[in-house]
């Protein structure tokens, strides 16, 4: 009777000895697999970040690539374009240049800048056309239409251009509105001045300046400047213009010069 009544309690025994064996088993796998997922933690983001890494720089070369085609392809467009505008813009100047032959008997001569002087005692330009071109002193130097200056120095295959603003010289002129006349003065630095206008003569603020072709160097009506001030020399005598030139001596390119 003892014997059947110890099975079932031995039975418990197992069972119990069973399932904490496995609770065991099953603690110790879980350790164990805890203990190589940290292990391979730190491995498995290094790897990840190297490729990551890896990917985005060649992502990165291939955008710098494509970045630097469009820039080459930007600056072969702009400098074609540049040529192009700059071709534009020389045919316009020397179409304007040619269309003054129909206003002198000789034939003007289409002449290049290639130096320019500037100081308080000169300014002038050096031109690309000399003796061997049938170029001579004293020739008259235009630029858009209007009197710049005068041949003063020869070479074969260069000329010295002094400027209307260069101290040195002289140019007989009126104003183009009243008629009222004075002598054009050199000043430097970009300016000029109009002397020995009678006191009581006509002459205001804004007229046209234009040679009077006295001299004759300078035939008859060219554009000289535009006036900037007018005011009384200070013996009461005579009045004094302050003239602008009517284009910039200093940011032509060609010249035309005419007899």
Same mark, same amino acid.
């Given at each position: 009777? #003892? ?7 031995? +039975? ?21 697999? +805890? ?14 970040? *190297?490729?990551?890494? %890896? ?24 400098? #074609? /374009?540049?040529? /192009? ?7 316009? &100047? +020397? ?5 003054? #032959? ?21 300014? %002038? !330009? =050096? ?47 009126? @104003? ?5 006349? %004075? ?6 630095? %970009? &300016?000029?001045?109009? #002397? ?14 234009? @040679? ?14 535009? *006036? ?8 009461? +005598?005579?009045?004094?213009? !302050?003239?602008?030139?009517? =284009? ?6 060609? *010249?035309?010069?005419?007899?």
């Amino acid at each position: 009777m #003892k014997k059947i009544q110890s099975k079932p309690l031995f +039975l418990v025994i197992v069972i119990t000895l069973i399932i904490i064996t496995f609770i065991a088993f099953e603690s110790a796998s879980n350790r164990a697999t +805890l203990g190589l997922y940290s292990l391979l933690k730190i491995p498995t983001k290094i790897v990840s970040a *190297v490729f990551k890494t %890896g990917y985005e720089l060649l992502h990165f070369k291939s955008i710098a690539n494509e970045n630097l085609r469009l820039q080459r392809e930007t600056t072969e467009i702009r400098s #074609k /374009l540049a040529t /192009l505008n700059e071709a534009l813009a020389e045919n316009k &100047r +020397l179409r304007e240049i040619l269309a003054l #032959k129909d206003r002198f008997s000789s034939r003007p001569i289409v002449c290049r800048v290639i130096g320019r002087v500037s100081s308080n005692w000169s300014e %002038g !330009l =050096t031109i690309d056309k000399g003796l061997s071109d049938g170029l001579h002193e004293d020739m008259a130097i235009l630029a858009n239409g209007a009197l710049i200056g005068k041949i003063t120095g020869l070479g074969k295959s260069t000329a010295r251009v002094s400027l209307i603003t260069d101290p040195e010289m002289r140019i007989a002129a009126i @104003s183009e509105r009243s008629r009222q006349g %004075g002598l054009i003065y050199g000043i430097a630095r %970009g &300016r000029c001045i109009m #002397k020995f206008i009678p006191k009581d003569a006509d002459i205001k603020v804004d007229d046209l300046v234009v @040679s009077s072709g006295i001299s004759g160097i300078y035939p008859k009506g060219i554009l000289i400047g535009i *006036v900037l001030d007018v005011k009384t020399e200070p013996n009461g +005598l005579y009045q004094f213009a !302050l003239v602008e030139p009517a =284009t910039s001596p200093m940011m032509i390119e060609e *010249v035309i010069a005419i007899e």
